[in-house]
Each structure stands twice: as C-alpha cells, then as structure tokens.
C-alpha cells in the first residue's frame, strides 16, 4: 500500500470518530502537518456532560497547547542521533513527538486516552509516511520495562494529584543518563512535578 493510500486510510480512522482538518505549521525547521479536532471547547462539552465530575473525560488531548509548540520549535533545532528512542508523556496531538521523529528519533507517543494515541498515530503518518508507534500509560499505573533516552511532554500536567504520578512515571522509564524536556507555561501541577523532580 503506498503513502497516499496509507494517509487516506488513517484519515479514515479519525473522521470516523471526530469532526477534523489539516492544519499545518512552521515549527521551526519543519513544517508539520496536524490532523486535529477542529472544535475542542465543543468536544469538551458533550464529552463533560454524558460523564459529570469526572476530569478523565476532559479532552486535553484535542487541544493544541501553544507551549507544545514552543517545545516543538526546540526540538526542530536539534539534530538527534538516528534512531534515539524518545518517550512523549501526554501526547496529545503527538505534535512535539512528530518533531522529534522529523528530527531523527524514534518515538513512541503516550497517552491515557486511545483517542490521543490515534491522533498521535495519524500525525505521525501525515508527516513521515508511517504509522507512529503508541503506548497506552496511565501515570497512576506506569508501565515497567519502557526506558528512553529522551523523554518530553509539553503542558501535560494539569492535577496536582498526579504530579507525583508524573514523577513516578519519569523515573521508571527515564534512562540513565538520560535528558527530559517538561516544558510548561507554570501550572501549580507542573511546579510541584518540578520540584518533585528536584529533590
């Protein structure tokens, strides 16, 4: 099955489920093309009102944070060795993670949310021609024997009860030696992780 035949049909895969377009942007030294929901607030609402109460069912994932795009144009900058692998925590969009793969890495995308996942999956095909690989992780249960030299997520922390979650999530897959890239435009969550991280 060549490329185009690829995209349409994970295009396919998403507009089954979601309202979408294309957008793409200059992030950096690449321009990345980003299949994504286009009325996040609206899915917010009808994904809130049929679960009440519950914050696992707000769609952070459908929005595109404008710090993910400043962790995205860092990443650009960066010529990774070939093959690195790379863990994105909270992938959202898999924007950040598709900067990586673009910059050389192999990445996996992850999320606690198929629907992040399949949005991470299509982008990774709308950009490099290849269906990304994805890893379902919930922080509250972190999965043992994933290791990464790199690890990055941008704006993916929002409660601070899971920032030792988070915490706990870094250390176990983060490998000696290792880097991570946590950028966040200063939430109370991600300055406790910060400092979680610190100690």
Same mark, same amino acid.
């Given at each position: 099955?060549?490329?185009?035949?690829?995209?349409?049909?994970?295009?396919?895969?998403?507009?089954?489920? !979601?309202?979408?377009?294309?957008?793409?942007?200059?992030?950096?030294? !690449?321009n990345i093309d980003l299949c994504?929901?286009?009325?996040?607030?609206?899915?917010?609402?009808?994904?809130? %009102?049929?679960?009440?109460?519950?914050?696992?069912?707000?769609?952070?994932?459908?929005?595109?944070?404008?710090?993910?795009?400043?962790?995205?144009? !860092?990443?650009?900058?960066?010529?990774?060795?070939?093959?690195?692998? /790379?863990?994105?925590?909270?992938?959202?969009?898999?924007? %950040?993670?598709?900067?990586?793969?673009?910059?050389?890495? $192999? /990445? %996996? !995308?992850?999320?606690? $949310?198929?629907?992040?996942?399949?949005?991470?999956? /299509?982008?990774?095909?709308?950009?490099?021609?290849?269906?990304?690989?994805?890893?379902?992780?919930?922080?509250? $249960?972190?999965?043992?024997?994933?290791?990464?030299?790199?690890?990055?997520?941008a704006d993916a922390l929002y409660?601070?009860?899971?920032?030792?979650?988070? /915490?706990?999530?870094?250390?176990?897959?983060?490998?000696?030696?290792?880097?991570?890239?946590?950028?966040?435009?200063?939430?109370?969550?991600?300055?406790?992780?910060?400092?979680?991280?610190?100690?």
């Amino acid at each position: 099955m060549n490329r185009a035949n690829n995209i349409k049909r994970a295009l396919g895969m998403v507009q089954n489920r !979601f309202d979408t377009r294309i957008v793409r942007y200059p992030t950096g030294r !690449f321009n990345i093309d980003l299949c994504q929901v286009c009325d996040p607030d609206r899915l917010a609402i009808e994904l809130c %009102t049929k679960a009440p109460g519950d914050n696992d069912q707000v769609p952070y994932w459908a929005q595109i944070w404008p710090v993910a795009f400043a962790l995205a144009r !860092f990443i650009s900058r960066k010529k990774l060795p070939p093959g690195l692998p /790379v863990i994105e925590l909270g992938c959202g969009t898999g924007l %950040t993670g598709v900067a990586a793969a673009l910059a050389g890495a $192999k /990445v %996996t !995308f992850t999320d606690y $949310k198929e629907e992040a996942l399949l949005l991470a999956r /299509v982008n990774h095909m709308l950009n490099l021609g290849s269906f990304g690989s994805t890893a379902l992780l919930d922080w509250r $249960k972190p999965a043992r024997g994933a290791s990464a030299q790199l690890i990055i997520a941008a704006d993916a922390l929002y409660d601070t009860d899971l920032a030792l979650p988070l /915490v706990d999530t870094i250390d176990s897959t983060l490998a000696v030696g290792g880097t991570l890239l946590l950028a966040h435009p200063g939430r109370e969550a991600a300055e406790l992780a910060v400092d979680l991280l610190e100690e």
